[in-house]
């Protein structure tokens, strides 16, 4: 009967001793709060009490990463790329507001054509097969449009735009808030 206390009363020595070394290293995690932290601890607990909250804090400093990448280039790339990862993104409103008043500020006064522009691409074959979902998907809203891919200008960053028009400002907008509903990434431009 006195072996079974030592055994129970170990257990507990040593199950209390890995609390508290997840608390301390949970404390150590929150305190540093960086991706590298949290990574650490989950690298040691990963089933433990506060992994999904470092999860959670994982992506949001990725998010603030990316977001703050967005606001130190000010293009509409910068922004379309924080789109892309984070569509439904604490910033997502702030990304497209900045990223329509950029690319309308680019155009030039008078009468304007104007496109949807549904995604920047570093490959070519990225922007085609995204062209192919989108128009699969969306062909009740992109049908009668003329989709296209905009190759990278000359001396420009290697991108390829996805866009769909010739349409006019109303309807690139309206087109804009249609897709936009269904977490599908769009930005009215000019032709």
């Known amino acids: 009967m006195r072996l079974q206390w030592i055994v129970l009363w170990i257990s507990c020595a040593c199950a209390l001793a890995a609390c508290s070394r997840q608390e301390t290293g949970w404390r150590e995690a929150h305190g540093t709060d ?11 607990f990963p089933a433990g009490a506060h992994a999904d909250e470092a999860r959670a804090r994982i992506q949001e400093l990725h998010e603030e990463r990316e977001w703050a990448r967005a606001n130190k280039l000010q293009t509409p790339e910068a922004w379309q790329r924080y789109l ?22 680019r155009a030039p006064p008078g009468d304007r054509l104007y496109s ?32 296209h891919i905009e190759p990278p200008a000359t001396g420009a960053q290697p991108l390829w735009r996805l866009r769909a028009g010739p349409l006019t400002e109303t309807a690139a907008r309206r087109i804009c808030v249609d897709l936009e509903s269904r977490a599908v990434d769009c930005v009215p431009a000019t032709e």
């Open 84 to 105: 892309g990862a984070y569509p439904e993104g604490r910033y997502a409103a702030a990304a497209r507001e900045q990223l329509s008043d950029i690319v309308l500020a």
């Open 116 to 147: 949807v522009q549904l995604g920047a691409y570093s490959s070519e074959a990225a922007a085609r097969a995204d062209l192919a979902r989108l128009s699969r998907d969306h062909a009740d809203l992109l049908g009668g449009l003329g989709l």
């Open 34 to 44: 960086s991706v590298l932290a949290y990574e650490t601890y989950l690298e040691h």
